[in-house]
């Protein structure tokens, strides 16, 4: 079955320092997404990258397919960049079903 | 804002009680999808309405069922509440089943004492 794995567990900051955050996904995933969930649970789209290099302001996400990982930088962090960051996978015989790691759980101080 | 709402926000019931969550999708799109999510868990996959059909189901019992109706707005019930059923239950709207980007509500927050 599809799983998806992410990297670190937890990551704490300081304001204005860059981080990499990674997703391994096995191979029947062909439906990349990445999500910010903030502290009231409300998880926000980011990025659907499926492969090749997206950019959103200071957010930046690369997905290489065939090596089956994703890497979401986040560039002079802000401390409203905190929360739980969760990269998804589905794979096109499940119907949109999307499968979640576990997440990462950033922290940036001020 | 998504444009994907959820009711209600918070909500307590007993074990053994039946509960009923809403859902209604972004405006065009024709698919729901429901998600729990445990306390420091990522979401898992319950089941998918397309069309007012089932369309895909994660691994959850029976006791959790759905609906979609005519405008494309959801209900997922769950019957039977179990302790272990207390979760942020999120849905998520998409243009159509497959390989698309789904947005998703702030979530019901259920708490089964």
């Known amino acids: 079955g599809i799983q998806v794995e992410q990297s670190p567990p937890d990551l704490i900051l300081q304001e204005g320092a860059n981080s990499t955050l990674r997703c391994n996904f096995s191979d029947s995933v062909n439906n990349l997404q990445w999500f910010h969930q903030n502290p009231w649970g409300q998880l926000i789209n980011l990025f659907y990258?499926?492969?090749g290099t997206k950019q959103n302001g200071r957010l930046s996400a690369t997905t290489v397919a065939t090596e089956r990982y994703s890497l979401l930088y986040i560039s002079s962090s802000q401390t409203t960049d905190s929360g739980v960051y969760f990269c998804?996978?589905?794979?096109?015989?499940?119907?949109?079903?999307?499968?979640f790691g576990q997440g990462t759980t950033l922290q940036v101080k001020p | 804002e998504t444009g994907v709402t959820q009711s209600p926000t918070h909500l307590i019931k007993t074990r053994g009680q039946q509960v009923t969550l809403r859902c209604s999708s972004q405006?065009?799109?024709?698919?729901v999808s429901w998600y729990q999510q445990a306390l420091g868990q990522g979401p898992q996959f319950i089941f998918q309405y397309y069309r007012e059909e089932e369309n895909g189901r994660g691994n959850f019992p029976p006791r959790f069922s759905g609906l979609q109706f005519p405008n494309y707005s959801s209900e997922l019930n769950v019957n039977a509440l179990e302790l272990d059923d207390s979760a942020l239950y999120l849905c998520?709207?998409?243009?159509?089943?497959?390989?698309?980007?789904?947005?998703f509500g702030p979530g019901t927050r259920l708490l089964v004492l």
């Open positions: 405006s065009g799109h024709n698919t």
């Open positions: 990258i499926p492969s």
């Open positions: 998804a996978g589905g794979s096109s015989g499940n119907t949109g079903k999307l499968i």
């Open positions: 998520a709207s998409s243009l159509a089943s497959g390989q698309e980007t789904q947005y």
